[in-house]
Protein backbone atom coordinates (compact mmCIF):
# COMPACT_ATOMS: atom_id res chain seq x y z
CA UNK A 1 0.00 0.00 0.00
CA UNK A 2 1.14 3.63 -0.65
CA UNK A 3 2.19 5.53 2.11
CA UNK A 4 2.93 9.35 2.64
CA UNK A 5 5.24 10.85 4.99
CA UNK A 6 5.95 14.55 6.17
CA UNK A 7 8.68 14.67 8.41
CA UNK A 8 7.88 17.89 9.86
CA UNK A 9 4.93 18.23 12.30
CA UNK A 10 5.45 21.68 13.05
CA UNK A 11 7.68 24.20 11.38
CA UNK A 12 8.30 27.96 12.07
CA UNK A 13 9.53 30.64 9.80
CA UNK A 14 10.00 34.30 9.90
CA UNK A 15 6.98 36.28 7.41
CA UNK A 16 9.26 37.34 4.19
CA UNK A 17 11.56 34.23 4.56
CA UNK A 18 11.60 31.20 2.14
CA UNK A 19 9.46 28.07 3.02
CA UNK A 20 9.95 24.10 1.98
CA UNK A 21 8.02 21.59 3.29
CA UNK A 22 8.80 18.10 2.81
CA UNK A 23 6.93 14.91 1.40
CA UNK A 24 8.63 11.78 1.02
CA UNK A 25 5.97 8.67 -0.51
CA UNK A 26 6.36 5.40 -1.04
CA UNK A 27 4.65 3.28 -3.82
CA UNK A 28 5.77 1.22 -6.55
CA UNK A 29 4.55 3.59 -9.97
CA UNK A 30 4.80 7.07 -10.27
CA UNK A 31 1.40 8.45 -8.22
CA UNK A 32 -0.33 11.64 -8.55
CA UNK A 33 1.16 14.02 -6.14
CA UNK A 34 -0.79 17.04 -4.64
CA UNK A 35 -0.42 19.65 -2.36
CA UNK A 36 -3.35 20.62 -0.03
CA UNK A 37 -3.78 23.31 2.84
CA UNK A 38 -6.17 23.60 5.51
CA UNK A 39 -7.24 26.15 7.60
CA UNK A 40 -8.78 26.18 10.72
CA UNK A 41 -12.44 25.02 10.44
CA UNK A 42 -12.03 24.80 6.92
CA UNK A 43 -11.84 21.85 4.11
CA UNK A 44 -8.73 20.87 1.92
CA UNK A 45 -7.76 23.73 -1.00
CA UNK A 46 -5.75 22.40 -3.76
CA UNK A 47 -2.72 24.38 -3.90
CA UNK A 48 -0.80 21.82 -6.69
CA UNK A 49 -0.83 18.82 -8.35
CA UNK A 50 1.73 16.37 -10.36
CA UNK A 51 0.49 14.21 -13.08
CA UNK A 52 3.21 13.68 -15.44
CA UNK A 53 5.68 16.24 -17.41
CA UNK A 54 7.59 19.25 -16.28
CA UNK A 55 8.67 18.17 -12.68
CA UNK A 56 8.76 21.61 -11.49
CA UNK A 57 5.03 21.91 -11.01
CA UNK A 58 3.56 25.74 -10.29
CA UNK A 59 0.10 26.00 -8.04
CA UNK A 60 -2.09 29.01 -6.93
CA UNK A 61 -1.01 31.78 -3.88
CA UNK A 62 2.75 31.62 -5.52
CA UNK A 63 3.68 28.54 -4.32
CA UNK A 64 5.83 25.61 -6.01
CA UNK A 65 6.83 22.02 -5.14
CA UNK A 66 9.50 19.64 -7.62
CA UNK A 67 8.68 16.10 -7.97
CA UNK A 68 12.08 13.86 -7.63
CA UNK A 69 11.41 10.39 -8.75
CA UNK A 70 14.95 8.96 -7.36
CA UNK A 71 14.08 11.02 -4.09
CA UNK A 72 10.42 9.88 -4.34
CA UNK A 73 9.87 13.46 -3.01
CA UNK A 74 7.57 16.40 -3.89
CA UNK A 75 8.77 18.99 -1.69
CA UNK A 76 6.25 22.20 -1.99
CA UNK A 77 8.64 26.00 -1.93
CA UNK A 78 7.35 29.28 -1.14
CA UNK A 79 9.97 32.26 -1.74
CA UNK A 80 8.54 34.57 0.64
CA UNK A 81 5.78 33.84 3.09
CA UNK A 82 2.78 36.45 4.25
CA UNK A 83 0.94 36.18 7.00
CA UNK A 84 -1.97 34.48 5.34
CA UNK A 85 0.03 31.43 4.92
CA UNK A 86 0.01 29.99 8.05
CA UNK A 87 -2.38 26.63 8.29
CA UNK A 88 -1.55 23.28 8.04
CA UNK A 89 -0.31 21.52 5.13
CA UNK A 90 -1.45 17.99 3.61
CA UNK A 91 0.60 16.02 0.83
CA UNK A 92 -1.12 13.30 -0.80
CA UNK A 93 -1.08 10.57 -3.28
CA UNK A 94 -3.32 8.96 -6.03
CA UNK A 95 -2.98 6.34 -7.66
CA UNK A 96 -2.28 6.41 -11.29
CA UNK A 97 -4.04 3.07 -12.50
CA UNK A 98 -5.80 4.73 -15.32
CA UNK A 99 -9.10 3.43 -14.28
CA UNK A 100 -9.09 2.58 -10.76
CA UNK A 101 -10.10 5.13 -8.01
CA UNK A 102 -8.90 4.20 -4.80
CA UNK A 103 -8.58 7.26 -2.86
CA UNK A 104 -5.91 9.61 -2.00
CA UNK A 105 -3.37 8.51 0.96
CA UNK A 106 -2.38 11.96 3.02
CA UNK A 107 0.67 12.33 5.05
CA UNK A 108 -0.40 13.45 8.94
CA UNK A 109 0.12 17.04 7.63
CA UNK A 110 2.63 20.04 8.51
CA UNK A 111 1.61 22.44 10.81
CA UNK A 112 2.98 26.05 9.35
CA UNK A 113 3.56 29.28 11.75
CA UNK A 114 4.17 32.31 10.76
CA UNK A 115 6.53 34.72 12.86
CA UNK A 116 6.06 38.56 12.38
CA UNK B 1 -18.87 28.39 -10.49
CA UNK B 2 -19.88 26.74 -6.92
CA UNK B 3 -17.32 25.16 -4.58
CA UNK B 4 -18.78 21.44 -3.21
CA UNK B 5 -20.79 22.13 -0.67
CA UNK B 6 -21.99 19.96 2.37
CA UNK B 7 -24.66 19.64 4.90
CA UNK B 8 -25.46 19.94 7.81
CA UNK B 9 -21.75 21.58 9.02
CA UNK B 10 -21.91 20.66 12.48
CA UNK B 11 -24.10 17.82 14.24
CA UNK B 12 -24.49 16.29 17.23
CA UNK B 13 -25.55 12.43 17.69
CA UNK B 14 -25.63 10.12 21.01
CA UNK B 15 -23.99 7.10 20.97
CA UNK B 16 -26.19 4.11 19.28
CA UNK B 17 -28.01 6.60 16.70
CA UNK B 18 -27.94 6.43 13.18
CA UNK B 19 -26.18 9.71 10.83
CA UNK B 20 -26.62 10.52 7.33
CA UNK B 21 -24.75 13.67 5.81
CA UNK B 22 -25.07 15.38 2.25
CA UNK B 23 -22.45 15.97 -0.47
CA UNK B 24 -23.38 18.38 -3.26
CA UNK B 25 -20.65 17.86 -5.71
CA UNK B 26 -19.14 21.16 -7.93
CA UNK B 27 -21.54 21.19 -11.31
CA UNK B 28 -20.08 19.10 -13.75
CA UNK B 29 -18.38 16.61 -11.44
CA UNK B 30 -19.24 13.12 -11.38
CA UNK B 31 -17.57 11.77 -8.86
CA UNK B 32 -17.38 12.09 -5.08
CA UNK B 33 -14.97 10.85 -2.48
CA UNK B 34 -15.54 10.56 1.51
CA UNK B 35 -12.96 11.12 3.65
CA UNK B 36 -12.92 11.13 7.64
CA UNK B 37 -10.45 13.36 9.56
CA UNK B 38 -9.19 12.82 12.92
CA UNK B 39 -6.71 14.58 15.05
CA UNK B 40 -5.45 10.99 15.86
CA UNK B 41 -5.25 8.73 12.68
CA UNK B 42 -5.83 11.99 10.22
CA UNK B 43 -7.19 11.83 6.60
CA UNK B 44 -8.58 8.51 5.71
CA UNK B 45 -10.09 7.61 2.60
CA UNK B 46 -14.02 5.93 3.00
CA UNK B 47 -15.35 5.52 -0.05
CA UNK B 48 -15.96 6.66 -3.63
CA UNK B 49 -18.89 6.61 -6.16
CA UNK B 50 -18.73 7.82 -9.92
CA UNK B 51 -21.52 7.02 -11.95
CA UNK B 52 -23.94 6.34 -8.67
CA UNK B 53 -21.30 3.03 -8.35
CA UNK B 54 -19.17 2.69 -5.51
CA UNK B 55 -15.88 2.20 -7.19
CA UNK B 56 -13.88 1.65 -3.78
CA UNK B 57 -13.89 1.79 -0.10
CA UNK B 58 -11.32 2.11 2.46
CA UNK B 59 -10.75 0.31 5.61
CA UNK B 60 -13.95 0.94 8.03
CA UNK B 61 -16.40 -1.13 9.34
CA UNK B 62 -20.12 -1.84 7.35
CA UNK B 63 -21.64 0.87 10.05
CA UNK B 64 -20.51 3.57 6.91
CA UNK B 65 -22.14 3.34 3.96
CA UNK B 66 -22.96 6.10 1.63
CA UNK B 67 -25.00 5.93 -2.15
CA UNK B 68 -24.75 8.66 -5.00
CA UNK B 69 -27.81 9.58 -6.93
CA UNK B 70 -28.39 10.16 -10.87
CA UNK B 71 -27.71 14.04 -10.36
CA UNK B 72 -24.01 13.13 -8.43
CA UNK B 73 -25.02 14.16 -5.02
CA UNK B 74 -23.79 11.78 -2.56
CA UNK B 75 -24.78 10.81 0.95
CA UNK B 76 -23.30 8.90 3.82
CA UNK B 77 -24.50 6.67 6.47
CA UNK B 78 -23.06 5.90 9.84
CA UNK B 79 -25.47 3.56 11.73
CA UNK B 80 -24.77 2.53 15.22
CA UNK B 81 -22.82 5.88 16.13
CA UNK B 82 -19.81 5.05 18.36
CA UNK B 83 -17.54 7.81 20.32
CA UNK B 84 -14.76 7.16 17.79
CA UNK B 85 -16.99 8.54 14.96
CA UNK B 86 -16.20 11.94 16.47
CA UNK B 87 -14.62 13.41 13.48
CA UNK B 88 -14.52 15.98 10.60
CA UNK B 89 -16.00 14.31 7.55
CA UNK B 90 -15.38 15.49 4.17
CA UNK B 91 -16.45 15.30 1.02
CA UNK B 92 -14.51 15.51 -2.35
CA UNK B 93 -15.64 15.91 -5.99
CA UNK B 94 -13.79 15.26 -9.26
CA UNK B 95 -14.61 15.63 -12.91
CA UNK B 96 -14.18 11.53 -12.87
CA UNK B 97 -12.04 9.21 -11.30
CA UNK B 98 -7.94 10.08 -11.54
CA UNK B 99 -8.99 13.67 -11.70
CA UNK B 100 -7.92 16.17 -8.92
CA UNK B 101 -10.26 16.61 -5.82
CA UNK B 102 -11.93 19.56 -4.37
CA UNK B 103 -13.05 18.98 -0.85
CA UNK B 104 -16.15 20.90 0.67
CA UNK B 105 -16.05 22.48 4.17
CA UNK B 106 -16.95 19.19 5.92
CA UNK B 107 -19.02 17.85 8.55
CA UNK B 108 -18.08 18.36 12.18
CA UNK B 109 -19.86 15.47 14.04
CA UNK B 110 -19.47 14.99 17.46
CA UNK B 111 -20.69 11.61 19.24
CA UNK B 112 -21.82 12.08 23.03
Known amino acids: AQSVTQPDIHITVSEGASLELRCNYSYGATPYLFWYVQSPGQGLQLLLK??????LVQGIKGFEAEFKRSQSSFNLRKPSVHWSDAAEYFCAVGLNSGGGADGLTFGKGTHLIIQP | KAGVTQTPRYLIKTRGQQVTLSCSPI?????VSWYQQTPGQGLQFLFEYFSETQRNKGNFPGRFSGRQFSNSRSEMNVSTLELGDSALYLC???????????FGPGTRLTVT
Open chain 2, 92 to 102: ASSFTPNYEQY
Open chain 1, 50 to 55: YFSGDT
Open chain 2, 27 to 31: SGHRS
